[in-house]
């Protein structure tokens, strides 16, 4: 029977780690097919198979793989590769010129020179390409800004210059948001093989502790598991784990460290920042303890950076993070990296936050394309807002007052108030519990009868400028704000009696049930203001099957 190295689920880091390793394995999916498998909380990997192969190439290729799309390198290339054509048929214009002048200065930055000075060592003309891309930089010449962009491209083009260039960049801008001062990213490993740093670090004594039989008698602190004092390993290279036990042996410690970790644990910790999926310019991780495949479902895969792909794909952070398989929703963790630089945010989402976004998941999507609107001079984002008033559980009812308040001075669109309404009434019909209990269907009732006063105010001024219903629509939001039933009904019913309009009769549900009054009167004011383009909104969310 083949012998295998347990990795079982415990702290984040090491969850991480662990869903770290399962990328890892994927994207050697040709070697490692049947060399691993989950039971339970524990990942199971053939011990043969991780003795033989490359683990720190095959971490660099994996970061690489989940960074492609979100990398400056690439760019630069393909950037370089569209001027190399253009430079064919004519020279750049203006504009084209300062494109290429900043591609090339793109090249030029720091981290990119080390990777240059490592990888003089490995061949003959990378020596050259830092000087080629100076030269090119001063060229005036049409054919010789030609060779040298071809020089450079061929050079660029080589997969190990690709690798190590990339790779560099990757160091920085993820890597560096989980470790500190180990490795490569060690200032006295900078002009250091990065390939050989981390081998030093990481993998040879990973694989050594998996081969030797000396001694044990120290615990890791990690996994429980014994070494002996040479195996032991450091881990406050770990941002946001504890102090650093190479500086710090003071009363902290009791004058003496004894927090340590395995060689195993340390090579898992290690490939945490694989764990985590990457949104815009922040890492997630959902962390669940008990089923490793759970815990590899319920974490999505990197989402592209640019904002207009992440919004098509019609799915937030969060919502993308939930596993829509599990029959039943649980409280989730959520951990977030790269907003401060030396800690985590750790957002618990409660099972009620989870349900109303699963249940609203339609009118968050419509939301999240809504552009930010500003409010007292501070542009706002009104998808972000919604969101975390969901996950801390709170009504969105101001917020619906701030944005109708806006949209009604700037004679805006009410659109996005609607749907925030929309998603505040499904908040309220989970909570409320009553015999004058609302439906969907009367607020969609309250919000047409709005419109019918609109039209018919319009009618009697003969116009169609909003501003004829400033006045009227500022004391029914004051009146909404205040919580005033008996003020906001006495207007309505005035007005509809001046302008010959129906009148909701709906209102007599508030009056029985105050906590009704809030969800009617915010649909009829913005049935009230309601506009063309959102009436063109509403038309197209009924063709994705949205209920307006």
Request: aromatic share 10%.
């Amino acid at each position: 029977m083949k012998e295998e190295v347990a990795f079982e689920l415990g702290s984040f880091y090491a969850n991480a780690g662990i869903l770290g390793l399962i990328r890892m394995l994927e994207c050697d999916h040709k070697k490692s097919e049947g060399k691993y498998r989950f039971d339970g909380p524990v990942l199971y990997v053939d011990k043969e198979y991780l003795l033989d192969i490359d683990l720190t190439e095959l971490f660099m290729q994996t970061l690489i793989s989940l960074e492609q799309d979100n990398g400056k390198f690439p760019r630069i290339y393909d950037g370089l590769k569209n001027i190399y054509e253009l430079l064919q048929e004519r020279t750049l214009e203006k504009e084209e010129q300062n494109k290429f002048m900043e591609l090339l200065n793109g090249l030029c930055s720091n981290s990119y020179q080390g990777a240059y000075n490592i990888l003089k060592k490995k061949n003959n003309y990378s020596e050259d390409l830092y000087d080629l891309v100076k030269d090119l930089k001063k060229e005036k010449n049409l054919e010789s800004e030609k060779n040298l962009l071809n020089q450079i491209l061929t050079i660029l083009e080589d997969d190990e210059v690709h690798k190590y260039l990339f790779f560099r960049e990757i160091a920085y801008s993820r890597i560096q948001k989980f470790w500190d001062s180990v490795s490569f990213l060690n200032r006295n490993n900078a002009k250091k093989d990065m390939k050989e740093v981390h081998y030093d670090a990481f993998e040879k004594p990973f694989k050594e502790y998996l081969s030797s039989t000396s001694k044990r008698d120290i615990c890791c602190e990690e996994c429980g598991e014994l070494m002996s004092d040479k195996e032991k390993c450091n881990y406050s290279y770990l941002k946001g784990t504890t102090a650093d036990t190479s500086r710090k042996k003071n009363d902290f410690w009791n004058y003496r460290v004894n927090s340590w970790v395995c060689p195993r644990c340390n090579f898992l910790l290690s490939i945490m920042p694989l764990g985590f999926s990457r949104y815009q310019s922040t890492f997630l991780f959902v962390n669940i303890n008990q089923d490793v495949q759970r815990l590899k479902n319920v974490n999505a895969s990197d989402i592209k950076k640019s904002e207009d792909d992440w919004k098509k794909q019609n799915q937030d952070k969060l919502l993308n993070l939930i596993d829509k398989e599990s029959s039943s929703l649980k409280n989730i963790e959520v951990i977030e990296a790269g907003v401060y630089d030396n800690r985590y945010l750790i957002h618990l989402i409660r099972k009620e936050s989870l349900e109303i976004m699963k249940d609203n998941e339609k009118n968050l999507v419509s939301l999240l394309s809504m552009p930010r609107i500003r409010i007292n001079n501070e542009y706002i984002n009104l998808y972000k807002e919604v969101m975390n008033n969901i996950l801390s559980l709170k009504d969105n009812y101001l917020l619906i007052y701030r944005v109708l308040k806006e949209q009604i001075y700037s004679n805006m669109p009410v659109y996005p108030a609607w749907l925030i309404l929309k998603i505040q009434f499904n908040i309220s019909l989970k909570r409320k519990e009553s015999d004058h209990m609302l439906t969907e269907k009367d607020i969609d009732s309250m919000n047409f009868l709005g419109q019918q006063l609109q039209q018919a105010i319009f009618e009697s001024k003969k116009t169609d400028d909003r501003k004829v219903l400033h006045s009227l629509s500022y004391k029914l939001l004051n009146a909404v704000r205040i919580g005033d039933i008996d003020t906001f009904c006495n207007i309505v019913l005035r007005t509809c009696a001046s302008y010959d309009a129906p009148v909701p009769v709906l209102l007599m549900k508030a009056i029985k049930n105050h906590e009704n009054f809030a969800d009617l009167a915010n649909a009829y004011l913005i049935g009230l203001e309601y506009t063309k383009k959102d009436n063109s909104s509403q038309n197209e969310e009924k063709k994705e099957g949205v209920n307006i």
